[in-house]
């Protein structure tokens, strides 16, 4: 089955050092996206890709950057993470349907810090 | 973006219809009306979206103001598996299909 996919589930990392969250997938969508999600709150748009056409969300701290090396993979680096980024991270791609986007989520990547 | 108001939460019984609510009262001419939902540990899911016309497809109905100030998500039949955050978000057709999430409403499902 087509779908997005994203690695590890669970990470941990330290106050600090540096981690790369992982999303792939085979739908071969040209949007790309990251959200996160802190315990209770709704998800918040980090930044997107169309293609390789980076667009960065006006509030989106610049210890957060990301990369997209191809169509199917998508990376979020956080260089220095404190205790507030612990969140879900969830990726996303999305596919014109009709005259709108239609996106479709990964099952997220739990980020604790430590 | 525009601003959406939701219930925080509705409750169901199983086998029931739902309808879930959002007022959009500032929504632009071309923004559409999405709606999504979370289950519990999951990623977002998409349910359904329509400009002015009401739409249908296998999850939902989505019912349009005839001003576009207001949406009605219907759920025909509960089910236990329908318990989410449901989302309903403005946008989308513009800046590759941005989605701005508000709070939702938790729908609970009782058998």
């Known amino acids: 089955d087509a779908m997005v996919i994203q690695n590890p589930r669970y990470q941990v990392t330290q106050f600090g050092k540096p981690v790369t969250l992982s999303c792939s997938q085979t739908?071969?969508?040209?949007?790309m996206y990251w959200y996160q999600q802190k315990s209770s709150q709704a998800p918040k748009l980090l930044f997107h890709?169309?293609?390789?056409?980076?667009?960065n969300e006006a509030d989106t701290p610049d210890n957060f950057q990301s990369r997209r090396p191809n169509t199917s993979f998508c990376f979020l680096d956080i260089r220095s993470p404190g205790l507030g980024d612990a969140a879900m991270y969830l990726c996303a791609t999305s596919r014109l349907t009709g005259a709108s986007y239609e996106q479709y989520f990964g099952p997220g990547t739990r980020l604790t810090v430590t | 973006d525009a601003k959406t108001t939701q219930p925080n939460s509705m409750e169901s019984n199983e086998e029931e219809p739902v309808h879930l609510p959002c007022n959009h009262s500032t929504i632009s001419g071309t923004d559409y009306i999405h709606w999504y939902r979370q289950l519990p540990s999951q990623g977002p899911e998409y349910v359904i979206h329509g400009l002015t016309s009401n739409v249908n497809n296998r999850m939902a109905s989505l019912a349009i103001a005839e001003d576009r100030k207001s949406s009605t998500l219907i759920l025909h039949r509960a089910t236990l598996r329908d318990a989410a955050v449901y989302y309903c978000i403005p946008g989308g057709g513009t800046s590759y299909g941005k989605l701005t999430f508000g709070q939702g409403t938790i729908l609970t499902v009782h058998p």
């Open positions: 890709y169309y293609d390789k056409d980076f667009n």
């Open positions: 739908l071969n969508h040209n949007v």
